[in-house]
């Protein structure tokens, strides 16, 4: 029989083969992995081992569902391919819970987040105010994740042209992605502020940099962010949402280019795939997640329908 290490190792190959990046589940299976013995087989484990990796019989919080999908996911191939005879895992798992909604900026919070940058980076020794105002305006204005818009070089942005090339995605796929011209012009004015600044790879360096032409650092993103939250006045509310964060930006990029589209009697269904494409999902299902209906978006669908009830043209 295969060992359990083994067996764990060809799935990660299997999964890294298919497109996909699993660094969260290769993690998480390492971890399953290391609590037993390296010759351990897979018909080893029992169902007591696995309830003590998902914490026991408690309450199911997401990371316990984490837990349990990437075990559930290694099993189902581990049968597949007769590394394993059954699944070890507890049948009687409850439904994994449901996440809150995301939190969505409104253009009056967009506002205020802006308004207080400068404030808030005046003493900043690495990201400077003009760096940050950059990319949080990247951010919103294309639906790039934070991580993607930090790893854009200098020849990755075409100004010429006003496209981006987005490299080393989620799904290591690359794509193109247009920016309008209001931040096209925002792009072109921090070219000429980023030339002053160190390049240590030429055009291959990072196009948004520190003072220093350092790379930005993603927890140094996520700290300078709160602080400009917390100057702007914006928390967590109490509709059930999540958190506000820099994450959010994506989300809000999305639901305001949908509410736009009613807004102008556009055949959204049809432009769903844009959006998707724009977002670098492989299909409209991850799209999906970032739909969150608000009420201003609720309100546009809502009133399109009634032109639709009442056979009422655009045209």
């Known amino acids: 029989m295969t060992t359990l290490r083994d067996a764990i190792d060809h799935y990660i190959a299997w999964q890294r083969s298919h ?6 589940g290769a993690y998480l299976l390492n971890s399953f992995c290391r609590r037993f013995h390296e010759d351990t087989e897979c018909d080893a484990v029992i169902e007591a081992q696995v309830r003590a990796f998902l914490a026991g019989n408690g309450s199911l919080t997401r990371s316990r569902a984490t837990r349990y999908g990437a075990l559930a996911g290694f099993y189902r191939y581990a049968i597949s391919r007769r590394y394993a005879s059954c699944s070890p895992l507890p049948v009687n798992e409850p439904p994994r819970p449901r996440s809150a909604p995301p939190y969505i900026y409104s253009h009056d919070e967009l506002k205020r987040i802006f308004g207080v940058i400068d404030e808030c980076r005046r003493d900043a020794r690495k990201l400077d105010a003009e760096t940050f105002r950059t990319l949080i305006l990247l951010l919103y204005g294309t639906g790039l994740r934070r991580g993607e818009a930090c790893r854009l070089t ?6 010429a ?8 995605t989620k799904f290591y796929k690359s794509r193109l992605v247009p920016v309008g011209p209001q931040l096209a012009d925002v792009l072109r004015t921090y070219a000429s502020h980023r030339a002053g600044r160190l390049m240590p790879a030429g055009i291959a360096s990072n196009f948004l940099a520190n003072r220093d032409g350092s790379p930005i650092n993603g927890s140094s993103v996520r700290r300078a962010f709160a602080e400009v939250l917390r100057a702007a006045g914006i928390h967590t509310r109490d509709d059930g949402r999540g958190a506000p964060c820099v994450h959010s930006l994506r989300h809000s990029f999305a639901v305001h280019r949908l509410t736009s589209w009613y807004r102008q009697g556009a055949d959204v269904q049809r432009l769903l795939p844009v959006l998707s494409t724009l977002l670098g999902h492989r299909d409209l299902n991850g799209t999906q997640a970032y ?11 809502s009133q399109l329908f009634e032109r639709y009830a009442h056979g009422e043209s655009d045209e």
Do not use: N
């Not at 042209?161 to 080393?168: F, G, K, M, Q, W």
């Not at 739909?291 to 669908?301: K, R």
């Open 291 to 301: 739909l969150s209906m608000t009420p201003e978006l609720l309100h546009e669908a």
């Open 19 to 24: 497109g996909v990046k699993f660094v969260s």
């Open 161 to 168: 042209e006003a496209v981006l090339t987005v490299r080393d």
């Open 154 to 159: 200098v020849a990755d942005v075409d100004l």
